[in-house]
């Protein structure tokens, strides 16, 4: 199985400010099928990124995702209030696994 | 638009077998570009892949999970099935259904989900 680490687990950030989340892998990743979900409360998964940095229909560009192999990074460039939310990585290969979460919060 | 609902059992006693089912509208089960899968997320937990399952019946679950699992697929009623067998508290959870497009590749991410449903397990 693919271990999905995910850092930090809060991020405390301001409005308008940049957000970066890790995703490292146990093992590579092949051709890039890595995800990115944003999940707000009682809402399910909301598809933002994948094949690592593709942007999913109807994702703003603020949304970006990078890397490769193992590390993997997404990217808020400036962050508005609906994006303070729980985001989630993905491999989605053979049998697919989700990183743990990393909550970012209002600072 | 494509929709996806949860259906089934919100309380289910332990030893016993969760039965859920996911209806698709505003789109054909049948369709050869999709997958069709079930992942479920424990109170205030992460998400963990479950299976999934193809309109022609072949399906793939996760490892962790294989031998209590059961996906299934009814096109007729534009519905796919989940049953999981022998829960335990550690069963409770939130279930989605979920598609995943393989247009876009045959392993691809999940791009529609069911607003999901809490099954709890208990006595």
């Known amino acids: 199985e693919i271990v999905l680490t995910q850092s930090p687990g809060t991020l405390s950030l301001s409005p308008g400010e940049r957000a970066t989340l890790s995703c490292r892998a146990s093992q590579s990743l092949s051709s890039s099928y890595l995800a990115w979900y944003q999940q707000k409360p009682g809402q399910a998964p909301r598809l933002l990124i994948y094949g690592a940095s593709s942007r999913a229909t109807g994702i703003p560009d603020r949304f970006s995702g990078s890397g490769s192999g193992t590390d993997f990074t997404l990217t808020i460039s400036r962050l508005e209030p609906e994006d303070f939310a729980v985001y989630y990585c993905q491999q989605y290969g053979s049998s697919p696994t989700f990183g743990q979460g990393t909550k970012v919060e209002i600072k | 638009q494509l929709q996806l609902q949860e259906s089934g059992p919100g309380l289910v006693k332990p030893s016993e077998t969760l039965s859920l089912t996911c209806t698709v509208s505003g789109g054909s089960i049948s369709s050869s570009s999709y997958y069709w899968g079930w992942i479920r997320q424990p109170p205030g937990k992460g998400l963990e892949w479950i299976g999934t399952?193809?309109?022609?019946?072949?399906?793939y679950h996760n490892p962790s999970l294989k031998s209590r699992v059961t996906i299934s697929v009814d096109t007729s009623k534009n519905q796919f099935s989940l049953k999981l067998s022998s829960v335990t508290a550690a069963d409770t959870a939130v279930y989605y259904c979920?598609?995943?497009?393989?247009?876009?590749?045959?392993?691809?991410?999940?791009?529609?989900w069911g607003q999901g449903t809490l099954v709890t397990v208990s006595s």
């Open positions: 399952i193809y309109y022609s019946g072949s399906t």
């Open positions: 979920a598609r995943r497009d393989i247009l876009t590749g045959y392993y691809s991410p999940f791009d529609y």
